[in-house]
């Protein structure tokens, strides 16, 4: 396992442990960080307008599209680091 893996399970692990929960904006940005480092460009049907949480953590995840998978574990582990030193 690579060492970009294991820092990226690590922070899946940590993101979960936070002393305290992030304000959205915040948590659109983990979720579009991992779906893109986990799925790749965002598929599927684009939620309505009405499923307000659906529709925004789909348009957070659409706006990373083309950003390689590697990337988007580099500026998940960064954003979960982040959090730990200022929680």
């Known amino acids: 396992m690579s060492d970009l893996k294991k820092a990226f399970e690590a922070a899946q692990a940590a993101a979960k442990e936070l002393p305290s929960r992030p304000d959205n904006d ?9 779906k893109q480092a986990t799925e790749g460009d965002a598929s599927g049907d684009k939620p309505g307008a009405f499923d307000f949480v659906a529709r925004a953590k789909y348009d957070a995840w659409a706006a990373r599209k083309g950003m390689r998978q590697d990337v988007a574990m580099k500026g998940y582990v960064k954003l979960v680091e982040h959090l730990k030193e200022s929680g």
């Open 26 to 34: 915040t948590l659109l940005e983990l979720y579009s960080y991992f």
